[in-house]
């Protein structure tokens, strides 16, 4: 960050009244820039068996499998980001079952997020795909997987199903009340 | 969001090529400046059977009570941050245990995670608290919480003491490689 967003000013690193972290701070408004980290939302879509992982047709880790997944977007809770992430990527629709798995990538700035999911369409290569498959349990590619996380992901769903895991989900919206 | 943080220069909400929603894009230097989600980390500090809540100093919701929780920032996990907020609005340590609740606040923008914890020190009122105090669990102020995700984290705490739920948790560091 050099410029401010609000008025296009420079703005320098400095620790806000208050504050013990250095923010990026406007040097002519005063604006303070907070930068915070990301989400990632994933799932495990799973029919008769089978796990449907998609191969990246993009960097990074381009041609590698992977889980679909993606940057939540604003405006959508952290399960639909999930089904509309398999959506781009596989043409596939789930059905979002239960968060089951989180993974802090601390360095890179985000935390992953991954549900269970029930396949409940036909799929195909997405953009970001160059194919998308549906693979048995024993014959997960594990050194074809793009990133840590997905691994990670795959190896805990496999333990239980997702069976024994999970948070009590809830939306709010400002539109229905403060109850 | 006006001027570029790149470059200084104005911005336009534009669709970039090859996505499908509006983006800030810098009018000179073509930059597209993604806006995600922000994530509220927190918990419920638990000790001899009482809860730990902090009586807010700080709009929005001044003089409500809430569970300690903010805006994770960069450089830590989801659980380092549900404890350092609990070390800045209530001067307390505590040992995080495991996360047992989302709340997605989609108008805001919002996604809250909640995580059981034991109260492993004394404590007092940080900069941004009025008073901290423990209540038994008959006497949770349920009138006067301050949001409705701490309404629903002490809900389904109460529910169920955190024992049937929670993900598996993960940390991956680039340093410590790829496996």
């Known amino acids: ?44 879509p799973e029919r008769d ?4 992982l998609c191969k990246r047709a993009i960097e990074p880790r381009h041609g590698f ?20 992430e398999t959506l781009e990527e596989a043409c596939a629709e789930v059905r979002i079952g239960h968060l089951f798995a989180s993974v802090d990538v601390v360095e890179a700035g985000q935390v992953h997020l991954f549900f269970t999911a029930a396949l409940m369409s036909d799929f195909a290569a997405g953009d970001e795909s160059l194919e998308v498959q549906m693979f048995a349990k024993d014959e997960i590619p594990w050194e074809d997987i793009a990133f840590r996380s997905g691994t990670f992901a795959l190896k805990k769903y496999l333990e239980d199903a997702g069976e024994n895991n999970g948070v009590h989900m809830h939306e709010i919206s400002f539109r229905k009340g403060r109850d």
């Open 1 to 44: 960050m050099k410029f401010c967003s609000n008025c296009g000013e420079p703005v320098s690193l400095k620790t806000p009244a208050g504050d013990t972290k250095d923010r990026w701070v406007c040097d002519a408004c005063a604006i303070v820039h907070y930068q915070n980290p990301k989400i990632v939302v994933g799932c495990v």
């Open 49 to 52: 068996g089978k796990i449907l």
């Open 65 to 84: 499998w992977t889980v679909p997944a993606g940057f939540m977007e604003l405006g959508e809770t952290i399960a639909q980001g999930a089904a509309r």
